[in-house]
């Protein structure tokens, strides 16, 4: 079809932030670093390459994912620990933070609890920012590599995607099957990974990770959580993400415990205060 003549004016108009995100409650960075100087390491869980891993952090824990080997990307899941109904929603938290998260930003919880699960405190790749072609670290735009649509676009039957890996570590964690499992791997926070839009076609991009052995993303737990992490198949990202061929790595996660009484009279988020009553 031909443009309509005020096409250009049409596509002129500025755009508008969906959620000012001003009156977000703001976390106390300065009291988890005080907290967190003090603390000591609990519990530590290595995470194969090609494959998942689950882990615990009470709240008021911090726990850091590291790049121990080699560049790798990691797929995370969070779910609170008491209730698996409530766990992390990449698409409100891209809606409020933006596509990408960074230190001082959140992952938000499902409806009806939205309320921050956890808060990332320290990024040792907060430096990369916005590259020239839109790219970043930290994505909650991608959903995870998954054997579905593997097979609906190539045909195979590949299993040691993100999906599949938190998948068999979830179950594996409740002692349940994998059909009860499957259910509960949601979106996911794509740890390390460096994504983007592409500007011609919108198509969601990656490119190589900048990752390097050393480098971490740390979190302090707002809630008791569930963490599962997947250490993608696609390794650092570069070529593509659901591969036997890849060099792919270990991720490490480590769980700290602050000192009794180094938060103070910090509280854990309550759940969302909206009535619930939908206009009934």
């Known amino acids: 079809m031909s443009q309509p003549k005020d096409a ?10 969906c959620y000012p995100n001003e009156t977000l409650p703001v976390p106390n960075l300065a009291l988890y670093a005080q907290a967190r100087a003090g603390a000591e390491k609990v519990s530590e869980v290595l995470v194969p390459p090609r494959d998942a891993a689950c882990f615990h952090a009470k709240t008021g824990q911090f726990f850091r994912i590291s790049s121990v080997d080699g560049p790798q990307v990691g ?17 409100k938290s ?10 001082g930003e959140r992952m938000w919880s499902s409806f009806p609890y939205l309320r921050p699960m956890a808060t990332i405190t320290e990024d040792t790749l907060g430096w990369y920012g916005m590259d020239q072609y839109g790219g970043s670290v930290h994505d909650v735009i991608g959903t995870r590599c998954d054997p ?10 590949y299993h040691h995607c993100c999906h599949s890996n938190l998948t068999r570590a ?30 011609d076609t919108g198509q969601y991009f990656m490119k190589a990770s900048p990752v ?40 490490l996660v480590e769980v700290f415990a602050p000192q009794e009484g180094a938060l103070g009279d910090w509280q854990s988020p309550p759940v969302n205060g909206y009535d619930l009553s939908h206009g009934r």
Not at 8 to 17: E, G, L, N, S
Not at 94 to 103: C, I, M, N, Q, S
Not at 172 to 188: R, T
């Open 148 to 157: 579905y649509t593997g097979n609906l676009l190539s045909g195979s039957q």
């Open 75 to 91: 797929d995370l899941n969070l779910w609170n620990a008491n209730d698996l109904n409530e766990r992390f929603y990449s698409g």
């Open 94 to 103: 891209r809606a409020l933070h933006g596509t990408h998260l960074t230190t």
């Open 170 to 199: 979830l179950a594996d964690e409740l002692g349940v099957s994998l059909q009860e499992a499957e259910p509960h791997v949601h979106d996911v926070l794509n740890v390390f990974m460096c994504t983007g839009f592409t500007r």
């Open 212 to 251: 390097r052995p050393g480098d971490y993303l740390e979190f302090f737990a707002e809630v008791n959580v569930l963490g599962a992490l997947s250490a993608c198949p696609g390794g650092d990202c570069s070529a593509e993400h659901s591969s036997d061929t890849a060099a792919c790595y270990p991720l």
């Open 8 to 17: 250009d004016a049409r596509r002129a108009i500025k755009p508008v932030i």
